[in-house]
């Protein structure tokens, strides 16, 4: 009975421990990743403004003062995929960005934020917030699986895998997407009209006086310090892949996906003759375009030579761009 006990009690505590280490979507380029190409024609807006709010070179040495690398300018617009044109935010330092088209909750992933990390494990993350009227924020439920045993040093390493929900998660020249339905049921937020995004650099130190915490109350355990005039996050652009438009509900309304989940071919069908033309585009996790047709009718399409994994299906007319999840089971 008592080596019931204690197998029972070991099978139980292997259980848990690998729960605490779950693993999450891992770097770009790998299976099962979810970065995004700044490339990637996903993205239909960029933000329009910029304002930042410089933090410390480091926390624990306020004399040493802020960051100053970039301009908050550097920020909007498309991310550049480089180490030039990028606002550094320092310690605690945060930038607030501006869409003058609202960002919406669409199917899948709304938007995504990119850093400038040379590699996949030297990784400076941030908080990402949203508000609807430019005044209350509220915070993507971010994760970090990181140990907080040994301080990750300044130009330590983090693993992808560990991470969720924060930005910079991965290198520079991709994205890390997030979705607006991860805050359905948020008073006081619209989840179709998303004008502002904050982004919070994570204060990666563990010494309690210092540390910032995850949503479930984890110490996050990043790169630190980092005191330079780059310290910190260093912000390239948001992307966004679901803007509100005129007409966007009524026209994606028509449109349907049959199956989904597929295996092989999937169908594009309309529940009426549609008045415009639709460049379809299908792309991968990576933001590779692997078909591309002009469409006004039904459409059968055939990813049988493509591994199985998430795509994205994306349409665009005249007046807008939308893009639906497909996922391929085998």
Request: aromatic share 14%; hydrophobic share 45%.
């Amino acid at each position: 009975m008592k080596s019931f006990q204690n197998t029972f009690f070991l099978v139980f505590f292997m259980i848990m421990e690998n729960a605490a280490f779950a693993q999450f979507p891992p770097a770009a380029g790998l299976p099962g990743t979810t970065a995004i190409s700044n490339d990637s024609s996903i993205f239909v807006a960029w933000a329009d403004a910029c304002e930042v709010v410089r933090g410390g070179f480091d926390i624990s040495q306020p004399s040493l003062g802020n960051t100053w690398f970039g301009e908050a300018a550097a920020a909007t617009g498309k991310a550049e995929g480089n180490s030039v044109n990028v606002v550094s935010l320092g310690d605690g330092g945060s930038a607030t960005l501006v869409f003058g088209t609202p960002i919406i909750n669409g199917e899948g992933w709304d938007f995504a934020v990119f850093e400038n990390a040379l590699n996949d494990s030297f990784l400076e993350l941030a908080f990402v917030e949203v508000s609807s009227d430019g005044t209350n924020f509220f915070r993507f439920p971010a994760v970090s699986f990181t140990g907080i045993d040994v301080q990750v040093a300044t130009f330590g390493a983090l693993e992808a895998s560990k991470i969720d929900n924060f930005a910079g998660k991965y290198r520079q020249g991709y994205g890390t997407p997030f979705d607006l339905a991860d805050l359905e049921g948020t008073f006081g937020l619209d989840l179709n009209h998303i004008s502002h995004i904050k982004i919070i650099d994570v204060v990666g130190c563990i010494q309690s006086e210092f540390a910032t915490f995850d949503s479930q109350g984890n110490k996050v355990n990043d790169p630190w310090p980092t005191p330079f005039e780059t310290g910190g996050f260093d912000l390239d652009g948001v992307g966004v892949i679901h803007a509100s438009e005129a007409g966007i509900d009524e026209e994606q309304n028509l449109i349907k996906i049959f199956p989904n989940p597929f295996e092989n071919v999937f169908e594009i069908s309309f529940d009426e003759v549609l008045n415009n033309d639709f460049e379809l585009e299908v792309l991968n996790t990576s933001g590779l375009v692997i078909y591309k047709d002009i469409i006004r009718e039904n459409t059968v399409i055939d990813l049988s030579d493509f591994p199985a994994g998430l795509y994205f299906v994306k349409y665009k007319t005249p007046k807008l761009g939308f893009v639906q999840k497909v996922l391929k089971m085998n």
